[in-house]
């Protein structure tokens, strides 16, 4: 396993959702890890970053909204997403930025 996302689906707005993304081994805690996604008929744009140290970074759109953290001991990072808006709507990918891999996307559809 690289990188496997899960945990997308379809939320009302307003509502909230946490996507997952499973790791290689110790992949998670060396590596700065990032979420990104691309909405239909958009280009990919940055959402989030963790860098090993900790530091945290986000796109202007989802700041105060949205989290990113990590749990070494599983290899998984994480995605929280609050007050979800429908332009939050969009294919979610996970990405070793260290490395630049990339897993799979899961899509998030936010929408009454």
């Known amino acids: 396993v690289q990188l496997q996302a899960s945990g997308g689906g379809l939320v009302q707005p307003g509502g909230s959702l946490r996507l997952s993304c499973l790791a290689s081994?110790?992949?998670?805690?060396?590596?700065?890890m990032a979420w990104y996604r691309q909405a239909p008929g958009e280009q990919r744009e940055f959402v989030a970053l963790?860098?090993?140290?900790?530091?945290?970074n986000y796109a202007e759109s989802v700041k105060g909204r949205f989290t990113i953290s990590r749990d070494n001991a599983k290899n998984m990072v994480y995605l929280r997403m609050d007050s979800l808006k429908p332009e939050d709507t969009a294919l979610y990918y996970c990405?070793?930025?260290?490395?630049?891999?990339w897993g799979q996307g899961t899509l998030v559809t936010v929408s009454s």
């Open positions: 990405q070793d930025r260290t490395n630049n891999l």
């Open positions: 963790l860098t090993a140290s900790g530091y945290t």
């Open positions: 081994a110790s992949m998670v805690s060396r590596n700065a």
